[in-house]
């Protein structure tokens, strides 16, 4: 057996966290627009303060994503893309 073959391989992106309802995320669109959002439940939307819904495009769009992730998403004929830069925890 080589001893080369005992080394794990990891994917590009090792975080173990995955966004959930109420964490803080930061991400950057394909733009270079950066943007932090709290992902909450539909009655505490607010995304003036950059609180938004899990059921949002945005919101559903990132759920279940690691840092490193790319998403994608769209509203009417527009697509957004981006990456989660940092889940705060």
Do not use: C, Q, W
Not at 44 to 71: H, Q
Not at 81 to 86: A, H, L, Q, T
């Amino acid at each position: 057996m080589r001893k080369n073959s005992l080394i794990p391989v990891l994917s590009e992106n090792t975080s173990v966290y995955t966004v959930k309802i109420d964490d803080k995320v930061s991400v950057v669109f394909d733009t270079g627009r950066e943007l932090t959002v709290t992902i909450r439940t539909p009655r505490e939307t607010n995304p003036g303060i950059g609180i938004v819904s899990y059921e949002s495009p945005l919101g559903k769009s990132l759920l279940n994503k690691r840092e490193g992730d790319a998403f994608e998403y769209t509203v009417g004929e527009r697509i957004f893309k981006g990456k989660v830069i940092k889940i705060h925890k």
